[in-house]
C-alpha cells in the first residue's frame, strides 16, 4: 500500500486567526481547548472551512482524549450530587468530539472514525486511511491526532516516572492523504508496519534495506515533548524534511512501552 501525502500542519504552524478557521462564534464558544487547538490546525492543514467538505472520510487518532472536558463533568458530577448536570463537558469529553466538531463545521457526512490505542493511535488512524485508500472507499482523506495535558493528569503522570525520561507536552498534527499523485503531493508513505520486537538503527537499516542517506528519527526522544500521539508531529516533521530535500525518511515509534512501529516516507522523485 502506497499513499501520498499533501498538505500538513502542526498545532505550532498555524497561523491564521481563529476566527477565520472556526467562522461559526456558536460551535467556537463551546469548544475546550484542546478542541480548538485540534480544529483550528486541521482547517489550517486543508487551507480553509470549505476544503473540509472535499474531503471522502476524517480519521482522528488520540491517546487521552478531552482530558479537561472529563475532568469538568466527574467533578461536576461529585460536587452537584448527580443533580442539575451541565451536558456540555460530556458531549465534548469524548474521544470523537475533535472528528465531529470537524464534520460539523464544514457539513461533511463521510466515513468519520477515531482511534484511541496508546501510543499506537496515530498509526491505526494511518492504517485505516491506507487501506480505504487503497481500496478505492476513498481519495482524499483528512488524518490527524491531538493530545492535550492537564494539571490532573501531569501530577499523575509525574508520579508514574514518566518525566524523567521525557519531556512534557501536548498538541495537535493533521495532514491530508490521497490515492494518487497530486498537484499538492509532496511525500509518499511506502511502508507502515507493526513490529514484534525492537530493532537497532542497524537491524532497521538491514531490515528496510536503507541508505546511509536515509534519515531515521525515533519519536519518543528525550530531547522532545512527550504525548501519546506524538507521532503524528514527528510525521509532519519528516514530511518537511523531504520537502528539505531528504529523499527517505524512517519514523521508528517505540512509546509507551508498545511494540515498536514503523514509517517510512519518501521523496516523490
Not at 146 to 164: K, N, Q, S
Not at 224 to 238: D, L, N, S
Amino acid at each position: 500500500m502506497v499513499c501520498y501525502v499533501g498538505k500538513c500542519c502542526t498545532h505550532g504552524e498555524v497561523q491564521s486567526e481563529l476566527k477565520s478557521l472556526i467562522p461559526d462564534a456558536g460551535l467556537r464558544r463551546r469548544m475546550s481547548r484542546v478542541v480548538k487547538m485540534a480544529v483550528s490546525t486541521a482547517v489550517e492543514s486543508l487551507g480553509g472551512v470549505a476544503e473540509i467538505e472535499q474531503v471522502d472520510a476524517i480519521l482522528t487518532a488520540t491517546g487521552w482524549g478531552c482530558l479537561a472536558d472529563s475532568e469538568k463533568f466527574l467533578h461536576n458530577l461529585i460536587t452537584e450530587q448527580e443533580q442539575l448536570l451541565n451536558p456540555t463537558p460530556f458531549i465534548q469529553s469524548t474521544f470523537n468530539t475533535v472528528g465531529g466538531q470537524i464534520a460539523l463545521l464544514g457539513h461533511n457526512h463521510g466515513y468519520n472514525m477515531t482511534y484511541v490505542n496508546r501510543g499506537h493511535s496515530f498509526e491505526d488512524a494511518l492504517l485505516d486511511g491506507m487501506m480505504r485508500l487503497a481500496d478505492g472507499e476513498s481519495k482524499r482523506i483528512l488524518l490527524g491526532a491531538f493530545d492535550e495535558l492537564t494539571p490532573t493528569v501531569e501530577r499523575i503522570t509525574e508520579r508514574m516516572g514518566w518525566w524523567r525520561n521525557h519531556q512534557k507536552g501536548e498538541g495537535a498534527a493533521f495532514m491530508t492523504l490521497t490515492a494518487e499523485r497530486e498537484a499538492e503531493s509532496v511525500a509518499r508513505v511506502v511502508k507502515l508496519d507493526f513490529l514484534r520486537e525492537e530493532l537497532s538503527e542497524a537491524e532497521l537499516r538491514s531490515r528496510y534495506a536503507l541508505s546511509e542517506e536515509t534519515m531515521i528519527r525515533c519519536c519518543d526522544e528525550k530531547e522532545v515533548p512527550f504525548y501519546p500521539t506524538f507521532a503524528a508531529t514527528r510525521f509532519v516533521e519528516a514530511v518537511r524534511c523531504i520537502e528539505k530535500g531528504a529523499k527517505e525518511v524512517l519514523l521508528y515509534n517505540k512509546c509507551m512501552g508498545d511494540n515498536p512501529t514503523v514509517m517510512l516516507l519518501q521523496w516523490l522523485g
